[in-house]
């Protein structure tokens, strides 16, 4: 499984973008996938995830009713729409995906990793 994330830019605050990540391989349409962050200086943290099959979706607190994952097997892709975004969201956003997970907020239970995506946000 290979990922590409993109979509990141420069955007003001209250601002929205849309993030998308290419998904391909054997397994791209039932591996779970997860979006985290990273500021510098910062741990990469938890954003959303939605699984493979169901799509079932979980969110961080710090971005629930603001940010929206998704994913379009048919075009084997996975989306972060992100609403309202505030200086405090500017980060290098990753997509990840893993077939197996027992827990969707942690990093280290995802196997495939994307190259990450800036986004900068302006107050």
């Known amino acids: 499984v290979q990922l590409q994330a993109s979509g990141g830019g420069l955007v003001q605050a209250g601002g929205s973008l849309r993030l998308s990540c290419a998904i391909t391989?054997?397994?791209?349409?039932?591996?779970?996938v997860g979006w985290f962050r990273q500021a510098p200086g910062t741990e990469r943290e938890f954003v959303a995830a939605?699984?493979?099959?169901?799509?079932?979706?979980y969110y961080a607190d710090s971005v629930k009713g603001r940010f929206t994952i998704s994913r379009d097997n048919a075009k084997d892709m996975a989306f972060l729409q992100m609403n309202n975004l505030k200086p405090e969201d500017a980060a290098v956003y990753y997509c990840?995906?893993?077939?197996?997970?027992?827990?969707?907020?942690?990093?280290?239970?995802?196997?495939?990793w994307g190259q990450g995506t800036l986004v900068t946000v302006s107050s």
């Open positions: 391989g054997r397994l791209s349409r039932s591996v779970a």
């Open positions: 939605i699984t493979g099959s169901v799509a079932t979706t």
């Open positions: 990840a995906a893993a077939p197996w997970l027992n827990d969707l907020r942690r990093a280290d239970e995802y196997d495939y």
